[in-house]
């Protein structure tokens, strides 16, 4: 079974930029495709960038050409960076690898 453990978030200034890391426990994480949603407040979860075991990746619209999701393997982690954020960012960002989410990590984007 695997575990997702997600860390990096926090609080950042607009146009600043931070690293999420999802670091996975358990067997068979190469075979399993690897997302980050977010979640912000009075929305519904969504989207922000999936990549599948063979490395192909989508984005969510809102953050093309911002954001870039990217796995290791050999660390079993996924990372997500995000650059040139902006206040519409602010949300709790889960990990889903397979079936298993995270407990989610907060980002503020503020001045």
């Known amino acids: 079974q695997v575990q997702l453990v997600e860390s990096g978030g926090g609080l950042v200034q607009p146009g600043g930029s931070l690293r999420l890391s999802c670091a996975a426990s358990?067997?068979?994480?190469?075979?399993?495709?690897v997302a980050w949603y977010r979640q912000g407040p009075g929305n519904q979860r969504e989207l922000v960038a999936a990549?599948?075991?063979?490395?192909?990746?989508n984005y969510g619209d809102s953050v093309k050409g911002r954001f870039t999701i990217s796995r290791d393997n050999a660390k079993k982690t996924v990372y997500l960076q995000m650059n040139s954020l902006k206040p519409e960012d602010t949300a709790v960002y889960y990990c889903?690898?397979?079936?298993?989410w995270g407990q989610g990590t907060q980002v503020t984007v503020s001045s």
């Open positions: 358990g067997s068979f994480f190469s075979n399993r495709n």
């Open positions: 990549m599948s075991s063979g490395g192909r990746t």
């Open positions: 889903k690898a397979g079936l298993v």
